[in-house]
């Protein structure tokens, strides 16, 4: 389970309908281009938040086939309806996925009781391993280094997925922790986690910039630091260009330039005007992405 992983992107089109034959075709790419070790289906990235169960549904079935059995396979089943978590992570399991994911329950302000609830029923209901997905500025939820430890003691929760900038917690976590996977979210800092000792890293950014990212891991592990910090510098410039167009909408684009029909965001998010698309198209020729 270790490895770099997507947090796969997803095609829609002008209604909100999941584009099936560009969903296939992302997957692929991650897959034959970018190199990765597995994908992370259902996040933030996948515009989850805003799908309706049965197109949540939908993608883990297009991406289960799609996959057939090439990477590894992580399900984002959560949800602040734990029925509807629980109904995905049982569907997902049916389809073989190797690990469930879930984000904390958000915007009420749950307890950490409720929190470790939710997370023992999803696994009790589905009997599939789970990877916390922690992401404190999204939800507001921050979980202490000692409920970590409450959660770890179930061995069907397997992981963390940290998305937040505090090394020291990160430090903390993977020292603490040495036998659960620990896997870095902010694309933007993967050096810093790589020298942290994460086991593997999500990232939107690597839908588009996978093999960029697998040279940072690479070179950490050879002890060459500062040519790693030179990949990460230019992987940098490409995400502060990525991040002033507009993230999924350049994703997006990025994969049009490229041939794939990577289609468009699902509203309320707007899609790219023309002088934004001309500026992606030049984002591809100055990053050779």
């Not at 396979?73 to 109904?87: D, R, T």
């Amino acid at each position: 389970m270790k490895g770099l992983y997507s947090a796969l992107i997803v095609p829609f089109d002008e209604s909100g309908n999941i584009k099936e034959a560009g969903l296939r075709e992302i997957v692929r790419q991650n897959i034959e281009v970018q190199g990765v070790d597995g994908l992370y289906v259902n996040g933030s990235s996948g515009e989850n938040f805003m799908l309706t169960t049965e197109q949540k549904k939908e993608i883990f079935r297009i991406v289960s086939e799609e996959n057939n059995g090439q990477v590894k396979l992580i399900a984002q089943v959560g949800s602040i309806n734990l029925n509807e978590a629980i109904e995905l992570g049982k569907y997902a399991t049916e389809l073989n996925y190797d690990s469930l994911s879930a984000v904390t329950p958000f915007y009420y302000k749950f307890s950490f009781e409720e929190v470790k609830h939710y997370y023992e029923a999803i696994i009790e209901a589905t009997g599939n391993n789970m990877v916390i997905y922690a992401i404190p500025a999204l939800t507001g939820v921050s979980i202490s280094l000692d409920q970590y430890e409450e959660l770890f003691q179930n061995n069907k929760i397997i992981g963390v997925k940290y998305t937040a900038a505090d090394l020291y917690v990160l430090e903390r976590l993977r020292n603490r922790f040495p036998e659960k996977l620990i896997y870095f979210g902010i694309d933007e800092m993967l050096i810093h986690g790589v020298v942290a000792g994460v086991d593997g890293a999500i990232g939107s950014t690597y839908n588009i910039n996978g093999q960029r990212a697998r040279q940072i891991v690479d070179l950490v592990k050879q002890g060459k630091v500062a040519e790693a910090y030179d990949v990460q510098h230019t992987s940098n410039d490409m995400v502060e260009k990525v991040l002033d167009i507009g993230l999924y909408q350049t994703l997006k684009e990025v994969l049009h330039v490229k041939g794939i029909d990577a289609g468009t965001v699902k509203k309320p998010m707007r899609s790219l005007d023309e002088s934004s698309i001309e500026k992606v198209k030049q984002l591809v020729k100055d990053f050779d992405l």
